[in-house]
T-cell receptor
Framework: AQSVTQLDSQVPVFEEAPVELRCNYS??????LFWYVQYPNQGLQLLLK??????LVKGINGFEAEFNKSQTSFHLRKPSVHISDTAEYFC????????????FGIGTKLQVIP | EAGVTQSPTHLIKTRGQQATLRCSPI?????VYWYQQALGLGLQFLLW???????NRGNFPPRFSGRQFPNYSSELNVNALELEDSALYLC??????????FGAGTRLSVL
């Protein structure tokens, strides 16, 4: 069984400040990890993914995440946020067999304050 | 390249009715997944179809069902609608390990 915990339900941050959205997972097997973003009234868009290799993963819109196996974490970071980053962010984990058992976190709402 | 398309965008039904939601995956994607996103509950996995077969289902009652057509498009049916079925229903498609690609969703409101 696998699970995902997003530690913050809401994160307010001022424009141009850095942000970190936290995600911890648990799994008995090796995992694939993902971050998705959902803008209001839209579906989810893939920001970045970790499948293997380098533990620092760069994604779209200036976001990056670091896979830390010992801490079972996959935190999402951006050095300087914009108003347009206001959205809900979902961390997800799947086993090596593919996406049939993707588990999503409950989501973190990022609110960028002008 | 067209993304995942879902129809209708909004659907209003009354309790006890049936709802049919449709999804067209990205061209070349053979797997389709359905998720329910209810307020405060995050994304809950509903169904997975691949190559026309139901491969897995989440913890939902049998009145949630669906199918996948030869062109890989998919339909989700919800029978005997209940008020708590009101949610955003998201469809996603995938091929290999590229990731899940989501549609914009169908907002189902049960009155």
């Amino acid at each position: 069984a696998q699970s995902v915990t997003q530690l913050d339900s809401q994160v307010p941050v001022f424009e141009e400040a850095p942000v970190e959205l936290r995600c911890n997972y648990s799994s008995s097997v090796s995992v694939y990890l993902f971050w998705y973003v959902q803008y209001p009234n839209q579906g989810l868009q893939l920001l970045l993914k970790y499948l293997s290799g380098s533990t620092l993963v760069k994604g779209i819109n200036g976001f990056e995440a670091e896979f830390n196996k010992s801490q079972t974490s996959f935190h999402l970071r951006k050095p300087s946020v914009h108003i347009s980053d206001t959205a809900e962010y979902f961390c997800a984990v799947s086993g090596p067999g593919g996406y049939q058992k993707v588990t999503f976190g409950i989501g973190t709402k990022l609110q960028v304050i002008p | 390249e067209a993304g995942v398309t879902q129809s209708p965008t909004h659907l209003i039904k009354t309790r006890g009715q049936q709802a049919t939601l449709r999804c067209s995956p990205i061209s070349g994607h053979t797997s389709v997944y359905w998720y329910q996103q209810a307020l405060g509950l995050g994304l809950q996995f509903l169904l997975w179809y691949d190559e026309g077969e139901e491969r897995n289902r989440g913890n939902f009652p049998p009145r949630f069902s669906g199918r996948q057509f030869p062109n890989y498009s998919s339909e989700l049916n919800v029978n005997a609608l209940e008020l708590e079925d009101s949610a955003l229903y998201l469809c996603a498609s995938s091929f290999g390990l590229a990731g899940l690609y989501f549609g914009a969703g169908t907002r189902l409101s049960v009155l």
